[in-house]
């Protein structure tokens, strides 16, 4: 029987010199320094993944890397990044990483509330302390996706937050991931959180390319939310830089009557791959996971996620808006699992798109995989234009197109945000949304005058 | 002053001819009433004066004060003064009702070269118009026309009516769906309104709006085009004989 070796790709090969480059320096002690042996390992025989793959079915890294750029060794140039902080405004505490980088004359890290500890992931690295195998490796359904694999073999900084068992934050944990974009560059970045018992915490991600180089991005976020916590994740990837490609992970783990929700909107996005991992580790827990997509020109944006009802009594939610233009394409891979033991689950899964004019596309592919008898689950996609009688009706009142298209699409995305519960961060978001659609309906003027 | 000249209109997908030479003027104060059974053309009209896309107008032209509005957008027919009030308001998720009125108003001032309204004149008027129609104050912080009931939809019509005010108002079976009490505040609210410069089109089913709101003519429409003209007794007499002899069921 022949012996069948898997073909290396150029960045594959480059991959690999960088890891055996890079081990030495990267962050971590005995136990990490397996880890990331063990993870690369896993990458090595696996490679990039590829469309053959379902669960990367339309975005094939493996093609989308023909070269593996230099790993960022530290931040760019401040200037952007501390611009692009005043334009934000966060009303939070700041944890600001430049090109994968912390850096804490940007961020506000003083007279932290009682509760809450923040240091930076490459210090937990070496720390020593015997939880982080466990924590690093997140869900087990995440287990042998082999973008995570190169994620925690190359992981160089983040965030590491702790927030004590009940305490209810006042102001929300912001990530932000400021990109330079000064050089073309892979960053490699992980940050966790983790929220003691009846803890309640926002926390939002921002990432944002400043420059217009392209980047490789390969960033997660875990957290671990104890019993009876109440968790709000905010996620936003806009202004990335043209022939970017980012894969930004979430893995969470919930525990017993607590709450998750999360949020993410791209949009001015090049390509992206989000995944979403959940895990239930106690009853009576709800998710929602949602989002907006907002898609021009040939940008990608894909959402696969795997919500894993691993105990009785859960219930999720997802909802998904994406609105399409030009060549973009859109992605959503739902999957939820109902295990065996799983009795009374409650799921519905939406991923609704508008696609605004042809040469937009969108692939939905919602998934139910349900081993127990008694739960309730739903899904369903859907892939429309503009509704006409809609838009009539604007225009009926005296809208004009432009103006009428651009209310019915900021309704139709809205729709996800408005269950985000902190209003301030529910403002951002539309902001968001609202200068994507001025943009577009300027562009739309301009093109018919 | 709205006229109608051999309107020949079918639908633009289909071969299906709707409107087969329709001749009609409605004049300045004027409240005109066409009554028709179903499938007669009466919504197909009101759709092809606002200006919907799904028609194809073969023949003929529509007057507002003498300019023809076929050349124009729906939007530009609204700003021009043609209002249609819906026979079903579309429910529209996610738009305030307020920013969908506010947007609405300084679109047709801005099509006409009018100032913007400065918000608390705008919440002024709007108080002022939801007042009259019995218009609580929490519909209009909801999303447009979602979860209202069939009243509240069609006094919300009224509203954007009075808001606007439009120099011809036409109104699609606004009676459907209502109860008496609902009907008769629309129906007052439709009277408020009526001036000498101002011409309005009733489309019903029914002799029963007419008694609240008396129209001056009564056109009888059947199969897409205006059969008979009288005063507002032939709405009595249709009601009692129907449409039958008009050559279609009722």
């Known amino acids: ?449 | 002053m709205l006229e109608i000249r051999n309107l020949v209109v079918k639908i633009a997908d289909e071969d299906k001819q709707i409107l087969n030479g329709l001749n009609l003027t409605v004049n300045d104060g004027e409240v005109a009433a066409i009554m028709g059974p179903n499938g007669s053309g009466k919504s197909t009209l009101s759709y092809v004066i606002a200006g919907k896309e799904d028609y194809e107008v073969l023949d003929g032209e529509i007057l507002l004060n003498g300019e023809n509005v076929l050349e124009m957008e729906a939007d530009q027919r609204a700003a021009a003064g043609i209002f249609l009030a819906f026979q079903y308001p579309l429910e529209i998720p996610g738009v305030a009702t307020m920013t969908f009125l506010k947007a609405a108003m300084n679109a047709q001032r801005k099509a006409r070269g009018e100032d913007e309204l400065l918000t608390p004149d705008f919440i002024k008027q709007v108080n002022a118009a939801a007042d009259k129609l019995g218009i609580a104050k929490d519909m209009l912080r909801r999303p447009l026309n979602v979860g209202f009931s069939g009243g509240e939809k069609k006094r919300m019509e009224i509203l954007q009516m009075a808001l606007l005010s439009p120099s011809m108002c036409i109104l699609d079976e606004t009676d459907s769906g209502l109860d008496i009490d609902a009907l008769r505040i629309v129906a007052e609210g439709v009277n408020a309104l009526r001036s000498k410069n101002r011409g309005f089109l009733v489309i019903t089913h029914y002799q029963r709006l007419l008694d609240h709101i008396v129209p001056d003519t009564v056109h009888v429409m059947s199969q897409g085009k205006i059969v008979r003209t009288g005063g507002k007794e032939l709405a009595l007499e249709l009601e009692k004989s129907g449409y039958a002899s008009y050559g279609e069921a009722a």
Request: charged share 20%.
């Open chain 1, 1 to 449: 029987m022949a012996i069948v070796t898997p073909l290396k790709t150029a960045a594959e090969q480059q991959l690999a010199q960088q890891y055996a480059d890079a081990k030495a320096e990267l962050p971590g002690g005995p136990a990490v320094r397996k880890l990331r042996e063990d993870a690369f390992a896993g990458f090595e025989a696996k490679g990039l993944p590829h469309r053959r793959l379902e669960s990367w079915r339309y975005t094939d890294l493996r093609a989308l890397l023909r070269e593996a750029r230099p790993l960022a060794t530290g931040p760019g140039r401040l200037d952007a990044a501390r611009a692009k902080l005043a334009e934000l405004a966060l009303d939070a505490t700041v944890v600001v990483l430049v090109d994968g980088a912390f850096v804490p004359e940007l961020s506000s890290l003083e007279g932290l509330p009682e509760g809450l500890s923040v240091q930076t992931l490459a210090d937990a690295l070496v720390s020593g302390r015997d939880d982080l195998p466990r924590v690093l490796a997140g869900p087990s359904v995440a287990a042998d996706d082999s973008g995570l694999m190169l994620n925690a073999a190359l992981m160089r900084d983040g965030s590491f937050v702790e927030i004590a068992a009940g305490v209810a934050l006042e102001k929300p944990i912001a990530i932000v991931r400021l990109f330079s974009g000064e050089n073309e560059i892979s960053v490699y970045g992980r940050s966790v959180v983790l929220i003691g018992d009846g803890a309640k915490a926002t926390i939002i991600e921002v990432n944002a390319c400043l420059g217009k180089a392209p980047q490789q991005l390969n960033v997660a976020l875990v957290v671990e939310a104890g019993s009876e916590t109440e968790v709000e994740h905010i996620r936003l990837v806009t202004d990335q830089s043209e022939g970017s490609v980012g894969v930004f992970s979430l893995l969470a783990t919930v525990g017993a009557h607590a709450k998750f929700d999360s949020f993410a909107l791209v949009c001015n996005a090049a390509t992206v791959r989000q995944q979403h991992f959940v895990r239930y580790a106690g009853e009576h827990t709800e998710v929602g996971l949602r989002g907006i997509n907002l898609l021009g020109g040939t940008e990608h944006s894909d959402v696969t996620l795997i919500v894993d009802h691993e105990v009785p009594h859960g219930t999720s939610r997802e909802l998904f808006k994406s609105i399409i233009g030009g060549e973009g394409t859109g992605v959503f891979q739902g999957k939820v699992v109902v295990r065996q033991h799983a009795q009374k689950t409650d799921g519905s899964m939406k991923s609704n798109a508008l696609l605004l004019n042809e040469g937009a596309t969108m692939f939905n592919k919602p998934e139910l995989e349900i081993f127990a008898d008694d739960v309730v689950c739903g899904h369903g996609a859907t892939v429309a234009q503009i509704d006409g009688e809609q838009l009539f009706y604007l225009m009926a009142r005296g809208l004009p197109r432009p103006q009428a298209e651009a209310l019915v699409l900021q309704a139709f995305a809205g729709e996800a945000a408005e269950f985000i519960a902190d209003e301030n961060v529910r403002a951002l978001v539309m902001s968001e949304v609202e200068a994507w659609l001025a943009a577009r309906e300027a562009a739309s003027q301009v093109s018919t005058v």
